[in-house]
């Protein structure tokens, strides 16, 4: 017997805009370990990232698919350094790699979870396309128009909780909003999370994921409520619906 799910096994989780660039291996510094990854990101200190390399090889110090932590990064530059671990020394860079068939490649390395989700919610639509024609036989009830299904579009927004802890991955959420470069945001939506050693289990919990452009925060403050803040954002592609768990 199937079992209705409540809203207490929700989740959101979510990838920070403008954190995901490209470099080559002239961007690559040796004597200052640091590479130019683009001006006017939204990396920060202690952000977890991954490295590709785009068929060729990557700075020596770096590997791809291994986590590194963002060490400083200059906006008004684009210049970053990296760290093996969490507030860790600065990583050495000592070959600035060779480039391959597509540019290297930085992006945040995993999901985090919005603590302070009040609710989520996503819409999916289908454009109607009239393809009603004439001449048909006219009888006592008026013809009906014909439809067929066109593009799908989609819409979600997220209301979270306002904090005075600006460090929380829901206040970088709010703050995204107004990031000129969005590439790297990406929400997991969990209709069903089931946890394993404190982190979602995707072979087991449901899910809709989706790179996505932020387009509105909207503020509530009321003195009978708890602060709010609505924010509202559109998939740039296909969304992936993780359902089948049977």
Same mark, same amino acid.
Not at 107 to 131: G, L
Not at 188 to 197: A, C, F, G, N, R
Not at 219 to 239: L, N
């Given at each position: 017997?199937?079992?209705?799910?409540?809203?207490?096994?929700?989740?959101?989780?979510?990838?920070?805009?403008?954190?995901?660039?490209?470099?080559?291996?002239?961007?690559?510094?040796?004597?200052?370990?640091?590479?130019?990854?683009?001006?006017?990101?939204?990396?920060?200190?202690?952000?977890?990232?991954? !490295?590709?390399?785009?068929?060729?090889?990557?700075?020596?110090?770096?590997?791809?698919?291994?986590?590194?932590?963002?060490?400083?990064?200059?906006?008004?530059?684009?210049?970053?350094?990296?760290?093996?671990?969490?507030?860790?020394?600065?990583?050495?860079?000592?070959?600035?790699?060779?480039?391959?068939?597509?540019?290297?490649?930085?992006?945040?390395?995993?999901?985090?979870?919005?603590?302070?989700?009040?609710?989520?919610?996503?819409?999916?639509?289908?454009?109607?396309?009239?393809?009603?024609?004439?001449?048909?036989?006219?009888?006592?009830?008026?013809? !009906?128009?014909?439809?067929?299904?066109?593009?799908?579009?989609?819409?979600?927004?997220?209301?979270?909780?306002?904090?005075?802890?600006?460090?929380?991955?829901?206040?970088?959420?709010?703050?995204?909003?107004?990031?000129?470069?969005?590439?790297?945001?990406?929400?997991?939506?969990?209709?069903?999370?089931?946890?394993?050693?404190?982190?979602?289990?995707?072979?087991? /919990?449901?899910?809709?994921?989706?790179?996505?452009?932020?387009?509105?925060?909207?503020?509530?403050?009321?003195?009978?409520?708890?602060?709010?803040?609505?924010? /509202?954002?559109?998939?740039?592609?296909?969304?992936? !619906?993780? !359902?089948?768990?049977?």
């Amino acid at each position: 017997m199937a079992t209705v799910l409540s809203g207490t096994s929700g989740a959101l989780y979510y990838k920070p805009a403008g954190t995901s660039g490209t470099f080559k291996a002239a961007d690559v510094t040796n004597a200052s370990n640091s590479i130019n990854v683009g001006a006017y990101l939204n990396f920060q200190v202690n952000d977890k990232v991954v !490295f590709a390399a785009g068929g060729g090889t990557l700075p020596a110090g770096l590997t791809a698919g291994t986590d590194v932590f963002i060490k400083t990064y200059t906006a008004s530059t684009g210049v970053a350094t990296f760290s093996a671990t969490s507030g860790g020394t600065e990583l050495a860079l000592t070959s600035d790699g060779t480039d391959g068939t597509s540019d290297f490649t930085i992006k945040f390395s995993e999901f985090q979870s919005v603590a302070n989700v009040r609710s989520w919610s996503f819409e999916i639509t289908r454009e109607e396309i009239d393809v009603t024609s004439i001449g048909g036989t006219l009888g006592q009830v008026a013809p !009906f128009r014909t439809f067929i299904s066109g593009f799908a579009d989609g819409s979600g927004s997220a209301e979270v909780y306002f904090t005075d802890d600006d460090t929380t991955i829901a206040s970088r959420l709010i703050e995204d909003v107004t990031q000129r470069k969005q590439a790297g945001a990406t929400f997991k939506l969990y209709m069903d999370t089931v946890l394993s050693s404190g982190t979602p289990d995707d072979t087991k /919990s449901r899910s809709i994921e989706m790179e996505a452009v932020l387009t509105s925060a909207s503020f509530s403050v009321t003195p009978d409520d708890a602060q709010t803040v609505s924010v /509202s954002f559109r998939p740039t592609a296909a969304p992936t !619906f993780d !359902f089948d768990k049977s």
